[in-house]
């Protein structure tokens, strides 16, 4: 008789931990799902908006785009990071178009003119508010994520916090008062970048102890 070798073994152990898993929605579908909550959340700032005539700024073209532009930046971001977590598939041409338009709408901040209002304590609530808006967007993208087979968690982590930081900017956008292009550049922008940072540390370490988590233990 044979006996079992250490490839045997290796597959053997290999197939007892094997667990069944239940097929995931197709990209676009999961990222449907994370605009309505991103759109919810968008809602939820207007309605609590310091900006006495929101529909009034909607009237502007040029707000609009500003707000069209983050929307879509954090869309394309979102869609990113939902193409990362599929072994195979290429997220890169989908985070570039993001890039695009989230360069487009710092640029369409950098030539708002001076407006009042832009004090300090605006711009600490501005960037504080930013994570409060893209924390829900944040965690929904993430768990999403987090279901899949992500090779780079680093890369996944940059396009979940801008996906969510975006939205977080978008719903600041929406409540802000203080239509000022140097306060809408450094409290609007900046914390996004920073945000973004933290989540590719945030996510890598999440997806890493996910990754060597112990399964259930067997008699």
Do not use: N
Not at 106 to 126: K, M, S
Not at 191 to 216: D, K, M, N
């Amino acid at each position: 008789m044979r006996l079992p070798s250490a490839h045997d073994s290796i597959v053997a152990r290999l197939v007892a931990d094997v667990r069944p898993v239940r097929r995931l929605w197709p990209p676009v579908v999961r990222l449907a799902v994370w605009v309505v909550i991103a759109a919810t959340v968008l809602v939820l700032a207007a309605r609590v908006s310091l900006r006495g005539d929101v529909a009034g700024a909607l009237g502007s073209p040029r707000y609009v785009l500003e707000l069209g532009l983050l929307a879509g930046a954090a869309a394309a971001a979102a869609a990113a990071a939902l193409l990362a977590a599929i072994p195979g598939r290429d997220p890169r041409p989908v985070a570039a178009a993001a890039a695009l338009l989230a360069a487009l709408s710092a640029t369409t901040f950098l030539v708002e003119p001076a407006a009042p209002g832009a004090t300090w304590f605006a711009g600490f609530r501005c960037a504080a508010c930013i994570p409060m808006f893209g924390l829900v967007p944040w965690l929904a993208l993430i768990a999403a994520v987090a279901r899949g087979a992500p090779l780079d968690a680093r890369g996944a982590g940059a396009y979940v916090g801008a996906a969510a930081f975006l939205i977080g900017a978008a719903a600041v956008r929406l409540a802000c008062p203080v239509d000022d292009g140097h306060h809408l550049l450094v409290w609007h922008v900046l914390p996004v970048v920073a945000w973004t940072g933290i989540s590719v540390l945030a996510t890598a370490t999440w997806l890493a102890r996910r990754a060597v988590a112990p399964g259930p233990a067997r008699s």
